[in-house]
């Protein structure tokens, strides 16, 4: 499996400004800028198209970890902050709530765990990963 996206830019660095179109058009000429990066413009960053990344990955991974033990989540909701600093990703913390019916407190954190160190965005990353994780 492939999945494509693509970017384009006019102009300088700090002045121009882009698009970036995916393969589902769920972003079709979505449009970034050092504004949307840096400061407080309208339009998305690759750090939050990362961070949306993390949180979807985590997310389904964690619930297939939870089915594959026998439970059924009725809610997970996964919030990812990504730090950037020095012209790096040098953290991306995954806050995660879940409400899984029947489910111990030390099963659950085992599955968040491996969920943590196995969806493919976590192996993508080459950055510290850390997640609060609350069963409701």
């Known amino acids: 499996m492939k999945r494509k996206a693509s970017a384009v830019w006019n102009g300088s660095g700090k002045e121009g400004q882009g698009a970036l179109s995916t393969q589902s058009t769920v972003l079709n000429n ?12 309208v339009g998305t960053n690759p750090e939050e198209l990362v ?10 991974q964690l619930t297939f970890n939870i089915d594959g033990a026998g439970f059924t989540a009725t809610d997970i909701h996964t919030d990812c ?27 659950f954190d ?27």
Do not use: W
Request: glycine share 6%; net charge negative; proline share 1%.
């Open 30 to 41: 979505t449009q970034y800028s050092f504004k949307t990066r840096f400061e407080d413009g």
């Open 51 to 60: 961070a949306a990344a993390h949180a979807g990955c985590f997310t389904m």
């Open 81 to 107: 902050d990504i730090t950037f600093e020095n012209g790096a990703i040098t953290q991306s913390h995954l806050t995660v709530h879940a409400q899984v019916d029947g489910i111990s407190q030390e099963k």
């Open 110 to 136: 085992e599955l968040v765990a491996h969920a943590e160190k196995n969806c493919p965005i976590s192996k993508l990353l080459n950055t510290e990963i850390s997640v609060t994780a609350t069963l409701n």
